[in-house]
C-alpha cells in the first residue's frame, strides 16, 4: 500500500502562484503514474495533471493546461504541481494519486490517494 502526503495549498489571489507537494511511502512506484486531481463543493473529482513514471510523460486537462506543471522527483518519491496564474475556479481540495499508467489517464485506474490539500483563491 503506498502512503501518499500531500502539501503547499493555501489562500492566495487570483493571478498568484501555488507550489503543491506529494510524497509518496511504502511501496516501490516504478512505472506508476502519479497525478493531481481536485473536487470543489457539489462537484465531481476530476483529474488536473499525471506524470508517468519517465520524464515527458504528462498529460493535463484543458483548463490548466499552459497554467499548471506536473513535474515528478522518483528519487525522491515526490510529484509537485506548480500553479500560475490561478482563477478563482481553481479553488478546490487537491488530492494525490498513484496507479498503474494508462493511455489515457482516468480517475478509476489510480488505487492509492493522498487525505487532500485546500487551495482557496479569492478575486
Known amino acids: 500500500q503506498v502512503q501518499l502526503v500531500e502539501s503547499g495549498g493555501g489562500l492566495v489571489q487570483a493571478g498568484n502562484s501555488l507550489r503543491l507537494s506529494c510524497v509518496a511511502s511504502?511501496?516501490?512506484?516504478?512505472?506508476?503514474?502519479m497525478g493531481w486531481f481536485r473536487q470543489a463543493p457539489a462537484k465531481e473529482r476530476e483529474l488536473v495533471a499525471v506524470?508517468?513514471?519517465?520524464?515527458?510523460?504528462?498529460y493535463y486537462d484543458y483548463s490548466v493546461k499552459g497554467r499548471f506543471t506536473i513535474s515528478r522527483d522518483n528519487a525522491k518519491n515526490t510529484v509537485y504541481l506548480q500553479m500560475n496564474n490561478l482563477k478563482v475556479e481553481d479553488t478546490a481540495v487537491y488530492y494525490c494519486?498513484?496507479?498503474?499508467?494508462?493511455?489515457?489517464?482516468?480517475?478509476?485506474?489510480?488505487?492509492?490517494w493522498g487525505q487532500g490539500t485546500q487551495v482557496t483563491v479569492s478575486s
Open positions: 494519486a498513484a496507479g498503474p499508467l494508462k493511455i489515457p489517464p482516468s480517475l478509476p485506474d489510480f488505487d492509492s
Open positions: 511504502g511501496r516501490t512506484l516504478t512505472n506508476y503514474a
Open positions: 506524470h508517468g513514471w519517465n520524464a515527458g510523460s504528462t
